[in-house]
């Protein structure tokens, strides 16, 4: 008789387990077949988050346009914040009870009649409606893509995960500085150039979406022995779980108050111009996306939990300094931050992932949608908080929020040794 994946992989782990060991599966797919889909989905992410950030790029347009006022702005980034930080675990639990490979160009489907809708809206209730659509594409890809990175990545899952988000954090960099050129000198309907792109990620979607079918029946089998490899209590894996949210709130203020304010801060303490603070932010993002980049195959290499440990932890002393030293200090010890401080959210997703790899799509939605969440509202708090107290105390008071790394002690190993479980060689598969 035939036997199902899921029955050769609970065989599989009852041997090992009578061994001793458990051995978690790689997919036998060819190395390039592997990066293929990978540059894929990361390039489908570049699209997605410069999409994404044309909304905000939009706004001082849209409130001459439809006449608005800031209680209006705020409704329209409400509504898209709102779609995309709570629809995305929502999504990936569904998913994770039914794969819907396809699901992937329909979220890029939506983005596209949003930014259609966002060209031709007539009023503030249109604007709202492509507001939603743009949350709903984005609640839809990063979920199901997340899922397909772990998929592609041959055992490296923090490499591919660093790869996958460093695409978004290009697009993302990329989006506003396109909107200037593109969306400035022609109004609203300038946005409809970015159609483009949402036609080239498309197409790219439906041939990942056919891959992700094909894999289907190793995805389950490889969820079933790592879900056996560290039989964690539900208590102890919720315990952790809200240890990395509380990580991921702690990154990703910090970052809310670089990105938003690193120029205003720049130029009200050293009186610098304009033009030389943006030149400070481009290093910034430059330092963000190397951390990204960097931050996922050290854990692959050295463990997840190191690097947690370092990323947000070691970068306290560098923080706590920034707001005493001159601009040349400034702009270093922001790079070295940059750095550091990106290089976590990469180990944090992939040791969730590990933690519940049954539910890959939910652990993924839930915290691409907390981090983007707790993004936005820390820029609202510490704007608030800047105009209640002033720039510099800002950056003050944020200069203790890596502080909260010392939660990282209250992980679990899920590493021995200090290497991934999870990261095998096809030919000799690693066993603990």
Not at 90 to 103: E, M, N, R, W, Y
Not at 355 to 367: A, E, K, N
Not at 403 to 427: F, K, Y
């Amino acid at each position: 008789m035939r036997k199902s994946p899921k029955m050769a992989a609970n065989e599989r782990v009852n041997l090992d387990e009578r061994a001793g060991t458990v051995t978690v599966p790689v997919a036998e797919r060819a190395p390039g077949e592997l990066l293929r889909v990978l540059a894929a989905v990361s390039a489908c992410h570049l699209i997605n988050d410069m999409v994404q950030s044309l909304l905000p790029s939009m706004f001082p347009i849209l409130k001459t346009s439809f006449h608005l006022d800031f209680s209006q702005i705020g409704l329209i980034a409400l509504t898209f914040q709102t779609t995309a930080s709570l629809l995305q675990p929502v999504i990936g639990h569904f998913t994770d009870k039914k794969p819907l490979p396809f699901s992937l160009p329909v979220g890029m489907t939506s983005t596209l009649v949003g930014l259609v809708m966002l060209a031709y809206a007539p009023t503030f209730g249109m604007l709202l409606l492509a507001a939603a659509l743009f949350g709903v594409g984005s609640a839809v890809f990063h979920p199901e893509s997340s899922r397909v990175a772990r998929m592609a990545s041959g055992g490296k899952d923090g490499f591919a995960q660093s790869f996958f988000q460093v695409g978004g954090n290009t697009g993302s960099a990329f989006g506003p500085l396109l909107a200037a050129l593109l969306i400035l000198p022609r109004g609203q309907v300038g946005v409809l150039w970015f159609t483009l792109a949402t036609l080239v990620g498309i197409p790219l979607l439906v041939w990942v979406s056919f891959w992700y079918r094909q894999e289907l029946g190793h995805v389950a089998k490889r969820a079933v022995v790592e879900q056996a490899q560290h039989r964690l209590p539900r208590a102890k894996v919720i315990g952790a779980l809200f240890v990395l949210m509380m990580l991921v709130f702690s990154k990703y203020f910090y970052i809310a108050s670089l990105t938003n304010y690193y120029t205003f801060y720049l130029i009200r303490r050293f009186h610098v111009s304009v033009e030389s603070a943006q030149l400070h932010l481009f290093l910034l993002f430059g330092a963000i996306a190397a951390g990204t980049l960097i931050g996922g195959p050290v854990g692959d290499r050295i463990g997840r939990k190191y690097v947690i440990w370092v990323s947000i932890l070691g970068v306290l002393p560098f923080t706590l300094a920034m707001p005493y030293v001159n601009l040349l200090w400034t702009g270093v010890l922001s790079v070295v931050i940059g750095v550091v401080l990106a290089s976590a959210f990469a180990a944090i997703l992939v040791y969730a992932q590990e933690l519940v790899p049954t539910r890959i799509g939910m652990i993924s939605g839930l915290f691409f949608g907390f981090a983007f969440g707790m993004g936005g509202i820390g820029a609202a708090v510490l704007g608030k908080m800047a105009d209640a107290t002033g720039i510099i105390y800002v950056y003050k008071v944020c200069a203790w929020l890596p502080a909260l790394g010392l939660l990282t002690g209250l992980l679990p190993n899920l590493e021995p040794g200090g290497r991934s479980s999870a990261v095998a060689n096809e030919e000799e598969p690693e066993r603990v």
